[in-house]
């Protein structure tokens, strides 16, 4: 039973945030980090001194309490009850929640469409693979997937999948891991409440798909996203991916004893093989599909130009999958690095990039049940 089992970083398919798109520079990150403050605040039972005070700061950087916000605002203020902030007529604002209990609202990030050119040159990177199994990260949610399967695989390349799942993580911003499958998905189980010393291990999910091939067999895949390093690189980063790493692990080796011999774990890890957030995934025979022999040495990364500093998407297959791993290959054409190598014909500039990742993907043959 022959398989091909693809991982892609989509960037998102329709809508993404207006901070994370290409220049927007320290700006947008500085509203990511703000993003994240401001809704970390915004969900205490009681508000501080201090929480007022970060909270008065930051709006005066976006405005939150005003009459008309700018409307280019990149992180804006949806409340559906209640007040947060007062604005007296002479203009001085204040807190006037005393927790989250007297009001009802979040903090959001502004988003941007996503160009036609850019979404059809997604489709085009899947199509020109042509995967039996995709794994799918950075998602807005399953309608998005759902849409994108059906009006752009199906409407423009004939080519979708009869599967298709997406379980909400972990990030508010709308950034999910799914799946896309010629294939029966068979269950389902998330990780999203995972915990390690009191806080939530992933950053989305590191959900189980188990999916039943046509010969009876099945195979476990765990879509992932590991927290970036976006933004730097600190020991709370670091430490967040080795907690991953070490959960993520877990979970694969246990769906190998319980469910099928047949499991791997992919998608976008955010730190290269040798990283010590990593090692845990490859313990006891599991391996990165870079270790055969098709893979390609000049250029091993997966991300940029390809450097083997830019390796940061894996598809990390137990001991009984490596065995059935027959080819691997990576799908550079829909990311803009001219000089470096020929795009496709639609990808004319980094606007129109499918990703900045490239599509990493494995052959198997998985003999009959």
Same mark, same amino acid.
């Given at each position: 039973?022959?398989? *091909? ?31 994240? *403050?401001?809704?970390? !605040? $915004?969900?205490?039972?009681?508000? &501080? ?52 209990? #007297?009001?009802?609202? +979040? ?10 050119? $850019? ?12 995967? #039996? !199994? ?16 059906? @009006? ?29 499958? *010629?294939?029966? !998905? ?6 999203? #409440? ?22 009876? /067999?099945? =195979? ?15 020991? #709370? ?6 907690? /991953? ?37 490859? @313990?006891?025979?599991?391996?990165? =599909? ?11 990364? &997966? ?37 470096? +190598? ?23 043959? =998985?003999?009959?049940?």
């Amino acid at each position: 039973m022959k398989v *091909r089992v693809a991982s892609y970083n989509l960037e998102n398919l329709f809508t993404r945030p207006t901070a994370m798109q290409e220049g927007a520079g320290q700006t947008g990150q500085q509203a990511i980090d703000d993003h994240a *403050r401001l809704n970390a !605040i $915004a969900g205490k039972p009681s508000y &501080t001194d201090a929480d007022k005070a970060e909270l008065l700061r930051l709006d005066k950087r976006y405005k939150f309490s005003s009459l008309n916000p700018p409307a280019n605002a990149l992180v804006y203020l949806n409340k559906v009850r209640g007040q947060l902030f007062k604005r007296t007529r002479a203009g001085v604002v204040s807190v006037v929640a005393a927790g989250v209990g #007297d009001w009802t609202g +979040w903090f959001e990030l502004r988003r941007t469409d996503v160009r036609w050119p $850019a979404i059809f040159n997604t489709a085009r990177v899947v199509t020109e693979v042509n995967p #039996d !199994i995709l794994l799918c990260v950075e998602v807005e949610n399953r309608p998005a997937l759902q849409r994108f399967n059906e @009006q752009v695989l199906r409407g423009e390349f004939h080519h979708d999948f009869p599967f298709v799942m997406v379980i909400d993580g972990n990030d508010s911003r709308g950034i999910d891991v799914g799946i896309l499958s *010629r294939f029966p !998905i068979t269950g389902i189980r998330s990780h999203v #409440d995972d915990q390690a010393d009191g806080k939530l291990i992933f950053s989305r999910d590191c959900p189980e798909y188990v999916v039943q091939l046509p010969n009876g /067999q099945l =195979i476990v895949l765990c879509p992932n996203h590991f927290k970036s390093k976006r933004g730097g690189n600190d020991l #709370d980063a670091q430490e967040r991916r080795r907690a /991953q790493g070490i959960r993520a692990a877990g979970i694969a080796r246990t769906a190998k004893d319980q469910v099928s011999p047949f499991v791997l774990i992919g998608g976008d890890l955010n730190d290269t093989p040798e990283s010590e957030a990593l090692q845990p995934l490859f @313990q006891d025979g599991w391996h990165d =599909i870079q270790d055969h022999a098709s893979y390609p040495v000049d250029r091993p990364g &997966t991300f940029g130009t390809g450097r083997p500093s830019d390796k940061i998407d894996y598809l990390i297959m137990s001991p009984e999958l490596r065995a059935a791993l027959t080819g691997t290959g990576v799908e550079r054409r829909g990311s803009y690095h001219p000089g470096t +190598w020929e795009a496709f014909d639609t990808v004319t500039g980094k606007a129109d990039e499918a990703s900045d990742h490239h599509l990493i993907w494995a052959d198997f043959d =998985i003999g009959p049940a």
